[in-house]
């Protein structure tokens, strides 16, 4: 079965960095786009960032841009989030998710895109 798990959330301060992983098991990794998605409380989950399949395009909420860098391991089956510059608003559930279709389309940001999620990983920012 698919399995989805993140790691590397934590306690960060503002201006800091963190890097999260997502490990990918029980589907062909590299078939598909991944991404990163966030949940704030009482927020809606939000994407972040997504790669597509061969690692070479990537896309960002304008909210991460220019901060954050997706990246992926076809050999380690993992998909990483670089976050740099962090901001108290990153803070988050942050979400490792799996795209149900080959290629990353106008739509990646709806949740609806993907079919499997990981726990999640808790990403605190203090001021």
């Known amino acids: 079965q698919v399995q989805l798990v993140e790691s590397g959330g934590g306690l960060a301060q503002a201006g800091g960095s963190l890097r999260l992983s997502c490990a990918a098991s029980?589907?062909?990794?590299?078939?598909?786009?991944m991404a990163w998605f966030r949940q704030a409380p009482g927020k809606e989950r939000e994407a972040v960032a997504v790669i597509e399949r061969r690692g070479d395009v990537t896309y960002y909420a304008d909210s991460v841009k220019g901060r954050f860098t997706i990246t992926r391991d076809s050999a380690k089956k993992t998909m990483d989030l670089q976050m740099k510059s962090l901001k108290p608003e990153d803070t988050a559930t942050y979400f490792c998710?799996?795209?149900?279709?080959?290629?990353?389309?106008?739509?990646?940001?709806?949740?609806?895109?993907?079919?499997?999620w990981g726990q999640g990983t808790q990403v605190t920012v203090s001021s």
């Open positions: 029980g589907f062909t990794f590299s078939n598909y786009p």
């Open positions: 998710t799996k795209n149900r279709r080959f290629l990353v389309t106008s739509s990646w940001m709806s949740p609806g895109e993907y079919d499997y």
